[in-house]
């Protein structure tokens, strides 16, 4: 997995989401909990504050855009039929991740004030054994009227201890180069410097969860991190690749590794001279993700921009096997 891309590409078709749950705030400030259906260009659903807990119901239509996005309004009533809101805003689809993301201004009927909101699916893979749900915060850049979004994950049935170890790693102050308020002025002034972060659900079994975070960069040109995360769930302890490689095979491992990559250095068709002297060790070896046949171990080379695209392949596997 050379980069691990995120394109907010719209694709969606004129009846796809059935009862998808999505979480989010209105105002940054007030979690919901909404539940959305669509067919053709009507639109049902309900949502809830989270700290109240009580469905307020959702009625309205979607008009595809020209961008293949679709508007969508949506009229909120209160269990007496009163209407007390109104959702107006973009639908759009993660095609990367699969993920439906809700965004636009929430209108008070009565005073017409109205405040920012953004509400994300929670996808069906979230919901166990781990409950997970994205927290958002949207970027907005009024000159073309375009949007971003930086994306951490929440955790919940699990215990408080653990849902509280694994935020605070995956806190955005931990994910981010900068302070979300400063990555926000930064996209209102340009719509550059951090431009959108989002995460991914690798692997998940009785107890480990892997994650992976891709941070997308726009300065003089496009560039992405990607961080991986791996956490006994039951826990809340984050893993490091000690936890599954004995301390008698790491010097083996290690040895196996680093032929694999002069391997595929020698392959290069150019740019030998970057990798002469890399070598694989403890810090190479901190990405790492997990499935049910092994780990993989995701190296970063240190190439020149211009030797990214024909780099050797970075994804070094290792069997479950040849760790016992």
Not at 27 to 56: F, N
Not at 262 to 289: C, P, T, Y
């Amino acid at each position: 997995m050379r980069h691990y891309l995120i394109f907010l590409v719209a694709i969606l078709c004129s009846s796809y989401l059935y009862g998808q749950q999505f979480h989010g705030a209105i105002a940054e400030k007030y979690p919901i909990l909404m539940e959305l259906e669509l067919s053709g260009k009507k639109a049902d659903g309900t949502y809830q504050y989270k700290k109240i807990g009580k469905d307020l119901m959702l009625k309205g239509h979607t008009t595809q855009t020209q961008t293949g996005d679709y508007e969508l309004t949506l009229e909120e009533f209160d269990s007496q039929g009163k209407k007390t809101g109104v959702f107006q805003g973009i639908l759009r689809k993660d095609n990367q991740h699969g993920r439906q993301i809700f965004s636009g201004s929430w209108i008070n009927p009565r005073t017409k004030k109205s405040s920012p909101f953004v509400v994300i699916e929670q996808l069906k893979k979230e919901q166990a054994p781990v409950f997970i749900y994205p927290e958002a915060v949207a970027l907005y850049y009024e000159e073309r009227d375009q949007r971003a979004f930086l994306v951490r994950p929440r955790f919940q049935q699990i215990t408080r201890k653990a849902a509280e170890a694994i935020e605070a790693k995956l806190s955005f102050d931990e994910l981010l180069y900068d302070k979300v308020a400063d990555i926000k002025t930064d996209y209102a002034d340009c719509a550059c410097g951090t431009i959108s972060l989002d995460y991914d659900l690798l692997y998940q079994n009785d107890s480990l969860i892997t994650l992976v975070f891709q941070t997308e960069f726009l300065g003089a040109y496009l560039s992405y991190h990607t961080q991986y995360f791996t956490f006994n769930y039951k826990t809340g302890k984050q893993l490091t690749y000690s936890d599954f490689i004995p301390a008698s095979k790491e010097k083996r491992i290690f040895e196996q590794l680093n032929k694999e990559l002069a391997k595929r250095v020698e392959e290069m068709e150019e740019g030998h001279e970057q990798l002469a002297d890399f070598k694989i060790d403890a810090e190479q070896v901190k990405n790492f993700s997990l499935d049910d046949k092994g780990i993989t171990f995701h190296i970063e080379y240190p190439l020149s921009r211009y030797l990214i695209a024909i780099a050797p392949d970075t994804d070094y596997f290792v069997s479950w096997k040849e760790l016992k």
